[in-house]
């Protein structure tokens, strides 16, 4: 039996994207850019396992917004934001299964350049996304960010969320999801990544004492 993309190789494993069987080659040139991998294939993890880290090289340094500076601190104050934000991007996910890596870093490329407009210049203009499934993203973390702010309100009395700060935990979301995705365009690591966070049946509401070390600095 031949592969069922090249259909010239000898078929050698069960491909669970087009429920066939395909050849090694085409498995390892086609994954996540062809196919559509479940993030449950054997292969695809077995790749994830040996995958190096993309090197710098790879990517736009306009992409990573390194004008904007993350500092350690901001991290460690900051964290139940962007433990917040990151489940926000988990539960988007989760609602829309279409959605890939480079949907969630788009969504949140967009809000990252509208919020640095509106740091800059004080004007609020929301960068346009490219699909309703990036919207509906980027709709779920202007609702924790909202959340996060009424929180606020609700136990000190005041907010002290400011724009900049939203900004810098968006930079910092972008740059995670840059560096967990494998960069092909039906990459879904990191998302996998954000799932393995927070669990499907997990609260929506994570305390202080389990806001630990689950985010990982890129």
Same mark, same amino acid.
């Given at each position: 039996?031949?592969?069922?993309i090249?259909e010239?190789?000898?078929?050698? *494993?069960?491909c $669970?994207?087009i429920?066939?069987?395909?050849? $090694? ?5 086609q ?11 054997? &292969?695809?993890q077995q790749?994830?396992?040996?995958e190096k880290p *993309? ?5 736009d340094a306009a +992409? ?5 500076e993350?500092?350690?601190q901001?991290? &460690?104050?900051r964290?139940?934001?962007l433990?917040?934000?990151s489940?926000? #991007?988990a539960k ?5 299964? +279409?959605l ?5 870093i788009?969504?949140l490329?967009?809000?990252?350049t509208s919020y640095?407009r509106?740091v800059? +210049?004080? #004007?609020?203009?929301e960068? $346009? ?8 993203a980027?709709a ?14 609700? =136990?000190l009395?005041? +907010? ?9 935990a968006l ?7 840059? /560096?967990r995705?494998?960069g092909?365009p039906?990459? *879904?690591a ?6 393995a966070?927070?669990p499907?049946?997990?609260s929506?509401?994570?305390?202080? =004492?389990?806001? /630990? ?5 890129p």
């Open positions: 039996m031949s592969c069922a090249c010239i190789r000898k078929e050698k *494993r069960f $669970p994207a429920h066939g069987r395909i050849c $090694p080659q085409c498995c390892g040139e994954r996540e850019v062809m196919l559509d991998c479940p993030s449950d294939c054997p &292969y695809l790749a994830r396992e040996h *993309r090197s710098a090289d790879e990517f +992409s990573l917004f390194l004008q904007v993350i500092s350690d901001f991290t &460690y104050e964290e139940h934001l433990m917040g934000l489940y926000a #991007l988007a996910a989760r609602a829309d299964r +279409s890939n890596d480079r949907d969630l788009a969504a490329s967009a809000m990252c640095e509106l800059n +210049s004080g #004007l609020h203009y960068q $346009p996304l490219t699909s309703a499934a990036q919207h509906s980027a779920q973390v202007e609702e924790m960010v909202k959340q996060y702010r009424e929180a606020e309100q609700k =136990q009395g005041y +907010s002290n969320l400011r724009d900049g700060d939203v900004l810098k930079v910092f979301l972008v740059r995670l999801g840059h /560096g995705s494998s092909r039906k990459s *879904r990191f998302i996998d990544f954000l799932f966070q927070f499907e049946k997990e929506a509401v994570v305390g202080p =004492q389990e806001a /630990g070390s689950r985010i990982i600095v």
